[in-house]
């Protein structure tokens, strides 16, 4: 299954969902004026959006997602591979491994997902 793109405002929208899911839209717009600055008018044009986009499923006034967290950041990692890194892992790794500041504990738990 594809996951459709999902621009930064809109994961910032999504982060809020995951959390509080199954949420009432009014409930939903109430959070995301409080934490994201948004008129209720923006969350649900929004919601209306993403449901469009087979992101989440608005029935009966009630938000619930269709994809997850986790399916969203694989997605926005290999297209970030795919387009800066030309789809190469190992250049991937090496440009993250290069501008971080990895403990002896981050290299071992690296080293250990890359063997498996």
Do not use: H
């Not at 621009?7 to 969902?17: A, D, G, K, V």
């Not at 995951?18 to 717009?29: C, F, K, T, V």
């Not at 591979?81 to 030309?86: C, G, R, V, W």
């Amino acid at each position: 299954m594809s996951v459709p793109k999902i621009f930064e405002s809109e994961y910032r929208f999504c982060l809020i969902l995951w959390e509080n899911e199954p949420i009432g839209s009014s409930r939903l717009a109430a959070l995301c004026k409080e934490t994201l600055g948004w008129s209720r008018t923006t969350t649900y044009t929004v919601i209306k959006r993403l449901s469009d986009r087979g992101v989440l499923k608005n029935e009966n006034a009630v938000v619930t997602s269709l994809v997850s967290k986790q399916d969203v950041q694989v997605s926005e990692i290999d297209e970030l591979m795919d387009k800066t890194f030309e789809g190469s892992l190992p250049a991937f790794i090496a440009a993250f491994a290069k501008r971080q500041n990895l403990s002896d504990k981050e290299i071992e738990e690296i080293s250990r997902i890359i063997e498996k």
